[in-house]
């Protein structure tokens, strides 16, 4: 079994940054990708940032030169550091991940969830 705990959310006022962190335990070879996804209230979740099992990034629009994902792979932990924030980024932030098990199995977990509120 994994478990992928996150840590980091709260209140920031707009134009403020904030660090979420992700840290994944249990039987666990290595991740494969990892990724951070938001649900706002009344909308669905999204996508905001991943990085795939090639290395390659993705970014969506709204968080572009803002947001930057990152992942240390020894340590099985991901963050994403986040500047100039408006109040539209005001979510819950899910980390994800793909992680290759010690069984040689493959599988997806999310994290639980954490509050970000971006307000004055």
């Known amino acids: 079994q994994v478990q992928l705990v996150e840590s980091g959310g709260g209140l920031v006022q707009p134009g403020g940054s904030l660090t979420l962190s992700c840290a994944a335990s249990?039987?666990?070879?290595?991740?494969?990708?990892v990724g951070w996804y938001r649900q706002a209230p009344g909308k669905q979740r999204e996508l905001v940032t991943s990085i795939s099992g090639s290395g390659a990034t993705f970014y969506a629009d709204s968080v572009k030169g803002r947001f930057t994902i990152s992942r240390d792979n020894a340590k099985h932990t991901m963050s994403l550091q986040m500047n100039s924030l408006n109040p539209e980024d005001t979510a819950v932030y899910y980390c994800?991940?793909?992680?290759?098990?010690?069984?040689?199995?493959?599988?997806?977990?999310w994290g639980q969830g954490t509050q970000v509120t971006v307000s004055s």
């Open positions: 994800y991940g793909t992680v290759d098990m010690l069984t040689g199995r493959r599988n997806s977990y």
């Open positions: 249990g039987s666990i070879a290595s991740i494969y990708s």
